[in-house]
Nanobody, 117 residues
């Protein structure tokens, strides 16, 4: 699976951004999709995940209530709607695809989100 993330940029605190991740190369519905982020000098951490059908979602406590993950299986795309942005949301955001069995995992190249105070 090739993953192309986009939608990052510079936003003020309190603002919103929507990230997109377009998948190609394999059957999109075979994969649960996740967003991770890596802030400068820190480890990559889980942000949000969505099941293959989109019925189940999971969020890190730090973004719960502010971010929404969704997917459009007809467009092979997963989204991360980010609201009430905070400076601490500044990071490179990566999308990742993973099979339920865990035997396949793919990562996109990342998109930079910068939130100014």
């Amino acid at each position: 699976v090739q993953l192309q993330a986009s939608g990052g940029g510079l936003e003020q605190a309190g603002g919103s951004l929507r990230l997109s991740c377009l998948a190609s190369g394999r059957t999109f519905t075979n994969y649960a999709m996740n967003w991770f982020r890596q802030a400068p000098g820190k480890e990559r951490v889980f942000v949000a995940g969505i099941s293959r059908t989109g019925r189940s979602t999971l969020y890190a406590d730090s973004v719960k209530g502010r971010f929404t993950i969704s997917r459009d299986n007809a467009k092979n795309t997963v989204y991360l709607q980010m609201g009430s942005l905070k400076p601490e949301d500044t990071a490179i955001y990566y999308c990742a695809a993973k099979t339920v069995s865990g035997d396949e995992e793919y990562w996109g190249q990342g998109t930079l989100v910068t939130v100014s105070s």
